[in-house]
């Protein structure tokens, strides 16, 4: 990926981030000539602060360098922030990992590959606290809508067994 793409995703979350409410800037130096090691996004709502690595592809598994993102994790604690790493695949939104989240390759570098972004990372309505990710299991057990109750069954069943009609049956359950 080019500087300059990545240079645009990266101003792409600092506004999308502005959009959600966040006080956000973009660390003027990241990723350039700087001795020090900042992160490239930092965000805050007054609830949440982030200190955010953000990465994009095309389509290939994104890497960072165990340097990366040890800095990252060093640059967050001693600023209160949580450490987060920010992937953009094209044609998909922005997901979110916590460092410890991420696959470690053998060489100590970390991967993230687009299914995985897919179905295990934080999206960033999620991530902005506008909702948030319920499995269908956990809806199940929550429960709630177990259903329709003993009166509907019998019209529908009624129904079924052509003893009523529907027009009828419509009146019944409103």
């Known amino acids: 990926m080019s500087q300059a793409k990545g240079d645009r995703r990266e101003r792409e979350l600092v506004n999308a981030l502005d959009e959600a409410g966040f006080a956000v800037m973009r ?27 953000a990465k994009s592809s095309a ?11 040890e800095a990252l994790i060093y640059f967050a604690q001693n600023f209160g922030a949580k450490p987060r ?12 990992f916590h460092p410890g989240d991420l696959h470690v ?3 100590g570098n970390y ?20 909702s948030e990710k319920v499995t269908l299991e956990e809806a199940a057990a929550a429960g709630g809508d177990d259903g329709p109750d ?7 069943d009624a129904v ?12 019944l359950l409103e």
């Open 85 to 96: 790493i920010g992937v953009r695949f094209d044609r998909e939104d922005w997901y979110f």
């Open 111 to 130: 991967r993230v590959k687009k299914e995985t972004a897919l179905a295990d990372g934080t999206d960033f309505a999620e991530f902005t606290g506008r």
């Open 27 to 53: 660390a003027p130096a990241s990723g350039s000539a700087t001795e020090r090691e900042l992160p490239d996004v930092l965000a805050g709502d007054g609830e949440r602060f982030y200190a955010i690595e």
């Open 105 to 107: 390759t053998d060489g």
């Open 59 to 69: 389509g290939d598994p994104i890497y960072l360098t165990g340097e990366e993102v």
């Open 150 to 156: 003993e009166d509907t069954l019998r019209v529908l």
């Open 160 to 171: 079924a067994q052509g003893v009523m009609d529907v027009e009828e049956a419509a009146e």
